[in-house]
Nanobody, 121 residues
């Protein structure tokens, strides 16, 4: 079973940048569509980026042009580079695998602990 460990979060000022990492265990990590998600207090978890096994990224309009997802299959790791951060980006960020080929489909793996991102002055 695939397990995920997220890291790289922290406190940053509006307009700043952070890079998150998602390290996964499992021998078949490279075949999965993988997504980054976030959940703010009192809000539902939402997808912010996903990437195919062939390194094709997808983003919702809320982060398009600001966030960049990438992966290194040899290291079983997915990254999320975040720039031009806004206070509304404040949330706990998670990664997970997505079944099938739909980029925003429901994830099916186990959730990790996530990493906190706080954007504030």
């Amino acid at each position: 079973q695939v397990q995920f460990v997220e890291s790289g979060g922290g406190l940053v000022q509006p307009g700043g940048s952070l890079r998150l990492s998602c390290a996964a265990s499992g021998s078949i990590f490279s075949i999965y569509l993988v997504g980054w998600y976030r959940q703010a207090p009192g809000k539902q978890r939402e997808l912010v980026a996903s990437i195919t096994s062939g390194n094709r990224p997808n983003y919702p309009d809320s982060v398009r042009g600001r966030f960049t997802i990438s992966r290194d299959n040899a290291k079983n790791t997915v990254y999320l580079q975040m720039t031009s951060l806004k206070p509304e980006d404040t949330a706990v960020y998670y990664c997970n695998r997505i079944p099938g080929i739909v980029w925003n489909g429901p994830p099916t793996g186990s959730w990790g602990q996530g990493t906190q991102v706080t954007v504030s002055s």
